[in-house]
């Protein structure tokens, strides 16, 4: 169907089809846990039956979201839906989802102060608010040396903390004449990929990344790190950066910050923590040992776009020592320059991370915090670790079962006690199902199955139909072999 | 006003809220052009007026509201507004900022192909499609080696082809050992500070970035290139990248691509082409003249959410040959394996950007191409350029002003003929009128004016206006001094 003559949707059909669209997002919520969780379809099966080339003359929004239904939906894999128990959440809330349709259709540009100071002030605001409401060291506070600033992803607030690294190890040189010192990064073999990645980004070479060895609950062991630490400087390099884990991503370990934190101050190393995922769960005050020792870190980063209620994306990232990061990372051209930057009352927080354009997403952080108040988040993060503790017992409980690492909040690594192959396969039919979807990791070598209960609306009733359908398709798996 | 009861919003709220605040963005584009454009408030005034701790109990989504307009609208520059001329446009639409409200309630993550096989598949297709609808050498399309994806901004895609030169430079040496090569990279003086921070990220050292001398309209002289390719040679240094822009920031300068990409080819050197804002000109056949000779290249961005109506982030970026750069940002860890890409017969985006987590962000493009229509989108830009050439008429049909540089499409940049500081004032005075927003660079040593007419609802009226308030300040300025 074609659109009305006028090229731009005029303020009345915004309206009209904006009503649509919540209303269709309403009812994706009220539907979700209808559609089979992992898409079924197989590769090239939706680009398949996208038309050869683009419409010459424009077509109605109707067309589009019929189009949307019809094409997209059946090759989506539903994060939102309750029975979604894979890798780890990826949080929407009402009031995220509707702040940042603001942010939308403000349609502003937060790269310098100037450019919009309410981005830049709102930002740094809602940071240390949330600095407080996590009960995180004050020097990552804006009110000290440190403050917060939003990324896209916990990788690249990792990338932007390694490249704050290098430039202390080095004095400033790996900016000015490149990365010409043998330099070293330290990470447990648990860490998440995006270390890898950002060492290798940063022309510092994945050959001098060391994996330190991890205790039996999957937590760096602090010795081996001293241990290769001391041999790297005798061996010429210059250790730069370790990055300590609250939480893997593999089984949600918890690195000892505290003598991780003695080491990094003894060789001057910086400590930049990865609390992705489990870092919301310190909003309560019971969950806040998995911190302690944050206080010896140079940077920290933890996603309310995983598990505290705020779109992607939304990745928090902290230093202590504001200047450190940005002056890795300013570059000051002629038409960038304003009357706010040269004063050096303002932040610009294109000087924080990669990019130089950025979207207003403090609003939707904002919203969220607002909307549901300390008290509300708490009791959400609350509800899913009591889930993910009763189903660690009844793992424990069944003798056909066996966890495989500590399951200290709201994700469970286990297995059937059979084989390798067997677990997979068990794997694969409950996906297939679309009844329910988890992921998998290795864990002692053995393949492990990952239930993580982190999406919004999973209750007891979902955790409860996925045991249910876990042990029924191991038995009857076990009864086929 | 507390909030209701119930933790989450529910369905029916969110339809409620959600109306309100689609009828808020609506009425925010019918008033846009009251507003002061540049805002007017003064370092901290935002976040002197926001409380120190955030509520202990939920809030309504209707006080939240009620706050953004107190507390957060005097903090914004309005880049919606028809007067807004400054930088470079963000542009926003009916089409983009609804499919972006769509992917925010699908709330998917399309890390992997797996995690949404139609995030992935629309994504490479709507890029084949805007391949074709720019004329992009095929080079660039997912049906042969390359394929295109969607990153933040052009300042990632520049770095993520930096990544991918290095690696070629060095055969792979760098992602393994790190930066052990003295390695050299070549852009225009004109070229956008992004590439300097890319240099310094990726751990070459802005030492080792050439800036290459400019003819008189400011594009690049290739035999200046040359000679500093050559030289560096000599001086034992590997050529690994150069940047050439089609449309600077600063003037709207078109780096000579034909002969640019011959000297690239000579030594083996990654030609990256940077269309940042100009880029999209290129869906009119008569503009295409601006990437003659991209044919030549291996990579190419340019950003649909500056001039293409698709809200931000989207920066469309192309690679010849995409093994290559997935070669040299993919890191496998066993919790990511499945078996979709173990077959190879999928791509997996994180592995195309420096981030893992990925929004469905082809939506909102998808439903702009196809609601204006290639011709609608064509008519869009021809506005723009039509109006730019006509103020560029004025400029030189006016003695007491001068332009400084060619106006090819929509940028003019001009200044009064008197000094640097009369220029400085004049700006400041048009600014802090709130009537309008241009903001400046300096070319040929000279302070000078830009304006920039790429925002959606500009009109032949807001550009007379501009013009006439522009030459109004200035006698009133000369009348004073």
Redesign the interface.
Known sequence: MD?QKS???T?A???K???A??????D???NVDSYPV??Q?T?????SR?PD?????????E??IHD?NQ??????????SPNFF??FP?????????????S??????GML???????T??E??VLD?LA??LDLPDRFKSTGTGGGVIQ?????SS?CAL?AA?ERATKGK???????D??TVYASSQA???I??AV?????????LRFINVDDSFAMNPDDLQDKIEQDIKDGYIPVYVCATVGT??STAFDPLKKIGAICGIYNIWLHVDAAMAGTAALCPEYRYIQEGLELADSYTFNP?KWMLT???CSCFYVADRNELIN??S???????NQ?TQ?G??FDYRDWH??????FRS?KL??V????????LR??IRRHVALGQEFAGWVEANDRFQLMAPAPLNLVCFRYRASDKFNELLL?DLNSSGNLYL????LSGKYTL?LCIGQ??TTGKHVRQAWKMITEAAEKLEATI
Chains 1, 2 share one sequence.
Not at 104 to 109: A, K, V
Not at 113 to 119: I, K, R
Not at 152 to 156: G, R, V
Not at 200 to 208: H, I, P, S, T
């Open positions: 659109k090229l731009h949707m303020p059909e915004f309206r089809t904006g009503y669209v919540i209303d269709w997002i309403a994706y919520y009220e992992l898409s379809v590769p090239g099966a939706i680009k996208l080339a683009p419409p010459d003359s424009g077509e109605s929004m067309t589009i949307l094409l997209i939906i059946p090759g989506i894999t539903h994060w939102q894979g890798y990826c949080n929407t809330s009402g009031p995220a989802i509707l702040a940042d349709l603001i939308s259709g403000l349609g502003i540009n102060w100037s450019t919009s100071p309410a981005c002030e709102l740094t605001h608010w407080d409401m896209d992803t916990a990788s690249s990338l490249i290098r790996s900016n000015e004449i490149g990365c010409r043998k330099m998440h990929s995006s890898e990645k290798m980004v940063a022309g510092l070479g994945r050959k001098n991503t593999s776009h779109n992607f994306d890795s990372l570059v000051l051209p002629e038409y960038l320059k706010a004063s009352a303002v990669i990019p130089l354009g950025r979207r609003l904002w919203s915090i607002r909307y549901y108040g300390v008290e509300g009791k959400y694969a992921t998998h990791t290795k990952r919004v609306h």
